[in-house]
């Protein structure tokens, strides 16, 4: 007599089986997900990359922005109202310059969270990576105020790389003069200190915009024969400060000392401050206070930015400061 089969129940086998997976999961997940925590540790965002797309997305934006300024498709519209009560506009240059770098760095680092914000803080771009924190800022320097009056050479694209609250990468782009400067903090810089500045009288730069007010700041104290040269965009104010080594950059004015006395954003000084800092030069408040480029995105301490010049000295001669006001 032949044996008798044994006929299983395919029903049966599918349930076995989703058990034994449930069992090897719960054995396991724990340690895979401690691998891919662990690896996830591991991953670190190389400055240097960083530097060579930073620099990339400044000229990809400042295209952007010549582009429109040479389309004459500025679309000017506005963000809203500054702390002082001023119309803070942007054009479509702004709009598309931010989206391109935007892109590029998001697409570039896709294991890290890229976090916009363009009517609340519109050229604010974070990296936030597991251990460290890096926040990537970029701004496009008052284009629309500065293109609705052709005031072109004023107009930069900068991209900065800040690591708890301190610059260490800056790029600084011109788009209509063709010309990029960068630097990594203890690492170099293509551009360069002047070979000497003015101790008196000064040459102080400071912004068209509030140029009234800080006229009458700047002689009380440096004295009526300091030079003071009007001047937009953050970006080209640092640049007025160093040797470029660049024969488009020759319509940059030269000046000794840079000070604003209101309200700034931090995104615009940020990419400058990394410049100077590499070239042993500050960028302090009118206090003398180091910025932190975390938390609120605004500065409001004023600023005072040098190279080459005894900075506390500077800082001394300003009104209001304690050391000034016992003289």
């Given at each position: 007599?032949?044996?008798?089969?044994i006929?299983?129940?395919?029903?049966?086998?599918?349930v076995?089986?989703?058990?034994?997976?449930?069992?090897i999961y719960?054995?396991?997940?724990g340690?895979?997900?401690?691998?891919l925590?662990a690896?996830?540790?591991?991953?670190?965002v190389?400055?240097?990359?960083?530097?060579?797309?930073?620099?990339?997305?400044?000229?990809?934006?400042?295209?952007?922005?010549?582009?429109?300024r040479?389309?004459?498709?500025?679309?000017?519209?506005?963000?809203?109202?500054?702390?002082?009560?001023?119309?803070?506009p942007?054009?479509?240059g702004?709009?598309?310059?931010?989206?391109?770098?935007?892109?590029?760095?998001?697409?570039?680092?896709?294991?890290?969270?890229?976090?916009?914000?363009?009517?609340?803080?519109?050229?604010?771009?974070?990296?936030?990576?597991?251990f460290?924190?890096v926040s990537?800022?970029?701004?496009?320097?008052?284009?629309?105020?500065?293109?609705?009056?052709?005031?072109v050479?004023?107009v930069?694209?900068?991209?900065?790389?800040?690591?708890?609250?301190?610059?260490?990468?800056?790029?600084?782009?011109?788009?209509?003069?063709?010309?990029?400067?960068?630097?990594v903090?203890?690492?170099?810089?293509?551009?360069?200190?002047?070979?000497?500045?003015?101790?008196?009288?000064?040459?102080?730069?400071?912004?068209?915009?509030h140029?009234?007010?800080?006229?009458?700041?700047?002689r009380?104290?440096?004295?009526?024969?300091?030079?003071?040269?009007e001047?937009?965009?953050?970006?080209?104010?640092v640049?007025?400060?160093?040797?470029?080594?660049?024969?488009?950059?020759?319509?940059?004015?030269?000046?000794d000392?840079?000070?604003?006395?209101?309200?700034?954003?931090?995104?615009?000084i940020c990419?400058?401050?990394?410049?100077?800092?590499?070239?042993?030069?500050?960028?302090?408040?009118?206090?003398?206070?180091?910025?932190?480029?975390?938390?609120?995105?605004?500065?409001?301490g004023?600023?005072?930015?040098?190279?080459?010049?005894?900075?506390?000295?500077?800082?001394?001669?300003?009104?209001?400061?304690?050391?000034?006001?016992?003289?």
């Amino acid at each position: 007599m032949a044996p008798m089969g044994i006929r299983l129940s395919p029903l049966g086998v599918a349930v076995f089986c989703l058990l034994g997976v449930g069992v090897i999961y719960h054995l396991y997940s724990g340690v895979i997900s401690s691998r891919l925590a662990a690896f996830r540790q591991r991953r670190t965002v190389d400055l240097r990359d960083l530097l060579a797309v930073s620099v990339e997305a400044a000229e990809l934006g400042g295209k952007e922005v010549k582009q429109v300024r040479e389309e004459n498709v500025l679309q000017e519209k506005s963000k809203g109202k500054t702390k002082e009560g001023a119309n803070d506009p942007f054009t479509m240059g702004d709009l598309q310059s931010h989206r391109k770098m935007f892109y590029l760095l998001k697409n570039t680092f896709p294991e890290v969270t890229v976090s916009p914000d363009f009517f609340t803080s519109p050229e604010r771009v974070i990296f936030k990576h597991d251990f460290l924190s890096v926040s990537v800022l970029s701004s496009f320097c008052l284009f629309a105020h500065l293109s609705t009056e052709n005031l072109v050479k004023y107009v930069t694209t900068m991209v900065c790389v800040a690591v708890d609250g301190k610059p260490v990468i800056g790029v600084v782009h011109q788009p209509f003069a063709g010309f990029t400067a960068w630097a990594v903090v203890g690492h170099g810089s293509n551009v360069n200190r002047r070979s000497s500045y003015n101790a008196s009288p000064k040459k102080v730069i400071v912004s068209r915009s509030h140029s009234g007010k800080v006229k009458n700041y700047i002689r009380n104290a440096f004295g009526n024969s300091t030079t003071i040269i009007e001047a937009g965009g953050a970006g080209y104010k640092v640049l007025s400060l160093l040797d470029t080594h660049s024969s488009e950059t020759s319509l940059t004015e030269e000046a000794d000392v840079y000070v604003h006395t209101t309200v700034i954003k931090k995104w615009d000084i940020c990419a400058g401050a990394a410049l100077l800092t590499e070239l042993g030069g500050q960028m302090t408040t009118l206090k003398g206070e180091n910025i932190d480029y975390r938390g609120t995105p605004v500065n409001e301490g004023g600023l005072v930015a040098s190279v080459g010049i005894d900075h506390e000295a500077l800082l001394k001669r300003l009104p209001g400061n304690t050391d000034n006001d016992k003289q």
